[in-house]
């Protein structure tokens, strides 16, 4: 079984950054980090596949969030610049080999206006 540690949530003001990290306890073939924002379901924020670097981002985060890797690939960074107060929410890393099977604790993200 794979474990998943996440670390880097906290309370910004509007405007600011904060970085996610998930470190990995082994090798997985797709990383991502999701987020679940207040009424809303879990969403996919951003994505990277180990095998070509490939990554995708949602709508919402593109130009302002950027995944990354380090470690031999078993951890993954989620750099968050210009945040809104709609990025608010509880974010998970998720990890597998064909689809999502493993998924951290969750780190909160607050950013208030």
């Known amino acids: 079984r794979l474990h998943l540690v996440e670390s880097g949530g906290g309370s910004v003001q509007a405007g600011g950054s904060l970085q996610l990290s998930c470190a990995a306890s082994?090798?997985?073939?797709?990383m991502g980090w999701f987020r679940q924002t207040p009424g809303k379901e879990r969403d996919l924020v951003a994505s990277i596949y180990n095998g070509g670097g490939t990554t995708y981002y949602a709508d919402f985060a593109r130009g302002r969030f950027t995944i990354s890797q380090a470690n031999a690939k078993r951890t993954v960074y989620l750099q968050m610049n210009s945040l809104k107060p709609e990025d608010t929410g509880t974010y998970y890393c998720?990890?597998?080999?064909?689809?999502?099977?493993?998924w951290g604790q969750g780190t909160q993200v607050t950013v208030s206006s």
């Open positions: 082994g090798y997985t073939r797709r």
């Open positions: 998720a990890a597998g080999m064909m689809t999502y099977t493993y």
